[in-house]
């Protein structure tokens, strides 16, 4: 697990951002797959398990995506991995 947060850590958000314009939102017309299937499961009609597994590849960049803006965020604000301490003014 330590080598895939690693992993994450050093990939470019702009890369996942890709990931997701791609996969994760492809096909794009009619609409995004993902939002399709996404309505089936609210629905109930998300039963097949080819659908269930195309819901998952399709979410995946999204959890990515997700995962590292969430690593950046806590890097940037919490306190343990700050670097050096404000100013006083």
Do not use: C, N
Request: net charge negative; proline share 9%.
């Amino acid at each position: 697990m330590d080598k895939f947060i690693a992993w994450v850590d050093r990939t470019p958000v702009w890369l996942f951002v890709v990931f997701v314009a791609t996969l994760g939102l492809s096909p794009w017309v009619p609409e995004p797959h993902i939002v399709e299937k996404i309505r089936w499961l609210f629905q109930g009609e998300l039963t097949r398990p080819l659908d269930i597994f195309d819901l998952l590849l399709h979410a995946v960049p999204w959890l990515l995506l997700g995962l590292k803006l969430s690593r950046e965020v806590w890097h940037e604000y919490s306190p343990r991995f700050r670097t050096s301490e404000p100013e006083e003014r």
